[in-house]
């Protein structure tokens, strides 16, 4: 896949666009990009998306909300369901307050060439959010290419929307945020040195530097899968404050890979969520916190079993 960081004349001769933030890629964006490259194959041009680097919201509200996937995943859930190339907007105030007419024909018409432009049913471009599809319809006559509007995608009555999964997944409903996304919810983290608690509990967790811009599950045990070295393997994954202890003031994500003794420290590893076993709770001892730990090591290889 194509990856461009700047706009400018001529960029792509012959596209077919996807606009949006796509946070989360989830199957309502997933309709969205598809309907571009569906498109492009019918014109001959390359399926592009449009994208940014950071949320929107850093300008508009100041106050943006965490992110379901980074721009790295992002990219490749891209190429991965086929798309040709992505151009990445740094949003910015500059690009924040380009009016809806200057964003159509500066960074869309004149760079990428669209012959067919692929929109969410609330998307929305341009100073103030003016841009809608009507007015991107009224410039698609003059410049000679369609709009594609995609309507909402529904499971079981609930509207897939990355505020949506945002909700499900701080709430530890990690299983309903998977049916909108169609795939688990995962994180990508770096393995950094602990206090080393669980191996002297007999069970040795990889603690994860957790990016505080990606949205955490709510606290927590849950099952899982933990991708290291291109490897898949199962795991128990703790997420919170350690109360048996009283030692956090902030949430840490701990790892125990079941079966799995390997030094990982410093690796890049991707945890997804599966289910989530039980809610954090305090221990009256460490031996009664251990029992917990060793029954919820074994009914996660029983769940997983079955997965």
Do not use: W
């Not at 019918?42 to 980074?70: D, E, M, R």
């Not at 009016?99 to 990428?112: A, F, G, T, W």
């Not at 990690?174 to 950094?192: D, P, T």
């Amino acid at each position: 896949m194509l990856v461009f960081r700047e706009y400018k004349k001529d960029l792509i001769t012959s596209s077919c666009l996807a606009l949006g933030m796509f946070d989360g890629v989830h199957i309502g964006h997933q309709k969205v990009l598809s309907s571009a490259i569906n498109k492009a194959k019918l014109y001959g041009a390359l399926s592009t998306v449009v994208t940014f680097s950071k949320h929107p919201q850093i300008i508009t509200t100041k106050t943006p909300a965490k992110l379901i996937t980074n721009l790295e995943e992002r990219l490749k859930l891209f190429e991965k369901l086929g798309v040709d190339a992505a151009l990445i907007l740094d949003f910015n105030e500059e690009l924040s307050q380009l009016k809806p007419d200057k964003y159509i024909e500066d960074v869309l018409v004149n760079s990428l060439n669209p012959k067919n432009i692929s929109i969410g049913y609330d998307h929305r471009f341009g100073e103030q959010k003016k841009g809608n599809n009507i007015i991107l319809q009224n410039y698609g006559d003059i410049h000679d290419y369609d709009v594609s509007v995609i309507a909402p995608v529904k499971i079981n009555g609930q509207v897939a929307s990355s505020s949506a999964i945002r909700k499900f997944i701080s709430c530890g409903d990690v299983e309903s945020a998977a049916k909108l996304l169609n795939r688990s919810f995962s994180i990508y983290g770096q393995v950094i040195h602990g206090e080393k608690r669980g191996t002297a509990l007999g069970f040795p967790t990889a603690n994860i530097a957790f990016p505080d811009f990606i949205i955490s599950p709510g606290s927590g045990v849950y099952l899982g899968n933990v991708k290291v070295k291109n490897q898949f393997h199962p795991a128990v994954i703790n997420v919170g404050y350690r109360p048996t202890f009283g030692d956090l003031n902030q949430a840490l994500i701990e790892v125990h890979i079941l079966d799995f003794n390997d030094l990982i420290y410093d690796e890049l590893i991707n945890v997804s969520f599966i289910k989530k076993i039980r809610d954090e709770k305090q221990f009256a001892s460490i031996e009664e916190l251990t029992q917990q730990i060793e029954f919820d090591c074994q009914f996660a290889t029983k769940e997983l079993a079955m997965h």
